[in-house]
């Protein structure tokens, strides 16, 4: 296969790892957890894997001979830059145990597992693939290991293959399954650990033991050089309002990221529109009333970030998509043998959410009632929010204009920037990271516990002072309505409005609103001095530094 020049030479690039795992390691523990919420009903659930300490990786100055170990490893959901050097991290860490031990990828996600579909990653295999973007060394899927015919039907071919820990890199709701999964191994003595790795580019699988998802640093540099591209040839052209969609179903954090970053002009932050109880209008007039004030001052151009999943914060929305997503899921068979599926709706909700759903335009409803997801929510994504508003914040121009309130002109340009970011090449820090989280877990392998998921913390430091261990899944999870039912999963993280990242952000905003203050990154850089280079996200700069 061809290469290209940058592919030949981040080929040869040797992530750092954190100074404890260069050497032989005893895990410490720490104190019992408990999980952030419904403790009780957790607890009943995960008898075996519930209330584990957390551990930290020290040096061990009497190390012991390692045994080989047959480790098998998932890609679970949707791509993150950096899962192949989680793959590689494993690789090389289970080979520092024993020069024995192998490594079987699972094809193509989950089914894979379930269908008995693998390969043996060798060397050879894998050094194809280090530092590079994407999941295509084995494939991603997104089958929910959640029954217990599934789980039996691949301990068949764990057992097969004398595989003796399972390592599960995904986001929130693959590592929900991936604690799940070793609950159950571990309730039948099945011989079978099982560990979870951070993955996710919307930022939303963190806490203060998981300082980031991996893939987020990448994905938001991505976004950021395409942003202050567009900010640039906005500022050259002068006669566009740009509104952009970002990635980020459930949270907010690739947006704000975005906006640290570029400094747009208008960044919509879905848990502030939550919390303020505002209605889509109030969104569309405070950006049409910063789109008037520019144009006092000539600037008939802009640009405005816009969360993915903004509409399900709004909270007249919110009830709307949470009622629907129950009718749906417990009438889907009579609303698709149904003819008007909009007044199937209209009649079927309750007379408030019936109002408000009735009163959006036809596309939108149309979108909030496609096909759900493989968790039952509504596909954000598919709705273009982007337009949604820029349409209203046209007519509410007009109608400014009409009252003698806007003198300027209004011309929108649209965009989604999701795809485009799952799959680069990982940035220096997520190489660096993603290579320290799989090695982490070989490390969390040896020391034979199951229900963790892979901790690398003190992310703002070189990589050389990070710190390592693990942290019980359980202690990550709440209950949860899907599909009608409640359902233990992984709490996701939302933007909080009173951390650093979002006080700097609300600090600034004013400022940028009015005056053209654009930041252009530029691309990502491999090569140079580290404070270009080997820099994390600012999200994590603020969260950690304050403003």
Request: proline share 5%.
């Amino acid at each position: 296969m061809k290469k290209s020049a940058l592919q030949k030479a981040r080929a040869a690039y040797q992530p750092k790892l954190p100074i404890v795992l260069t050497s032989a390691v005893k895990a410490v523990e720490g104190n019992p957890t408990q999980s952030v919420a419904d403790q009780e009903d957790i607890q009943k659930l995960f008898p075996n894997t519930y209330g584990l300490p957390e551990l930290k990786f020290e040096k061990n100055p009497t190390p012991t001979a390692g045994k080989p170990v047959n480790v098998g490893v998932i890609l679970s959901g949707g791509q993150a830059p950096g899962g192949h050097n989680v793959i590689s991290g494993i690789f090389d860490g289970i080979k520092k145990i024993h020069r024995d031990s192998k490594l079987y990828g699972f094809l193509m996600g989950p089914g894979g597992f379930v269908d008995h579909q693998y390969v043996e990653l060798t060397s050879a295999i894998i050094d194809e693939y280090r530092n590079t973007g994407g999941f295509d060394i084995i494939g991603s899927g997104r089958t929910k290991l959640e029954k217990q015919e599934q789980f039996d039907k691949g301990l068949e071919i764990l057992k097969e293959l004398n595989i003796k820990a399972l390592v599960i890199i995904g986001g929130d709701d693959s590592n929900t399954n991936a604690a799940i999964l070793a609950e159950y191994y571990k309730s039948i003595n099945a011989g079978v650990q099982v560990i979870g790795c951070p993955k996710t580019i919307d930022g939303d699988l963190k806490n203060g033991l998981i300082e980031t998802s991996f893939g987020f640093d990448t994905a938001t540099k991505v976004y950021s050089e395409v942003i202050g591209n567009i900010q640039r040839d906005c500022n050259s052209a002068k006669k566009y309002w740009h509104f952009i969609k970002l990635m980020g179903r459930s949270a907010s954090h690739i947006a704000l990221e975005c906006a640290l970053q570029t400094q747009p002009n208008v960044c919509i932050v879905s848990e502030e529109v939550e919390a303020k109880n505002m209605t889509l209008q109030d969104v569309v007039d405070n950006i049409a009333c910063i789109v008037a004030k520019r144009a006092e001052k000539g600037d008939n151009y802009g640009t405005v970030l816009i969360p993915e999943g903004l509409v399900e914060f709004i909270p007249a929305m919110k009830a709307l998509i949470a009622e629907l997503n129950d009718l749906l899921a417990h009438n889907a068979a009579e609303f698709a043998a149904t003819e008007n599926q909009r007044q199937y709706i209209i009649d079927h909700l309750s007379a408030e959410n019936a109002a408000v759903y009735a009163s959006l335009p036809e596309g939108v409803a149309r979108q909030l009632s496609l096909d759900r997801d493989p968790h039952g929510n509504v596909q954000v994504s598919l709705i273009e929010t982007e337009k949604l508003l820029s349409e209203m914040v046209g007519r509410r121009l007009a109608e400014m204009k009409a009252e003698g309130k806007f003198v300027g002109k209004f011309a929108a340009l649209h965009h989604f920037f999701g795809y485009e970011g799952r799959c680069a090449d990982p940035s220096n820090f997520d190489a660096d990271y993603c290579y320290a989280l799989g090695f982490n877990a070989a490390c969390l392998i040896n020391a034979g516990v199951t229900g963790y998921m892979s901790s690398v913390r003190n992310l703002t430091k070189p990589s050389v002072q990070w710190v390592a261990g693990g942290i019980p899944i359980t202690m990550m999870m709440n209950m949860e309505r899907r599909h009608g039912e409640m359902k233990p999963v992984i709490q996701k993280a939302l933007v909080r409005l009173d951390d650093a990242p979002f006080l700097k952000f609300a600090s600034k905003r004013d400022e940028w609103a009015v005056n053209t203050c654009y930041v252009y990154p530029g691309p990502i850089q491999y090569f140079g001095p580290a404070e270009v280079c080997d820099q994390p996200s600012m999200t994590l700069k603020y969260e950690h530094q304050g403003l």
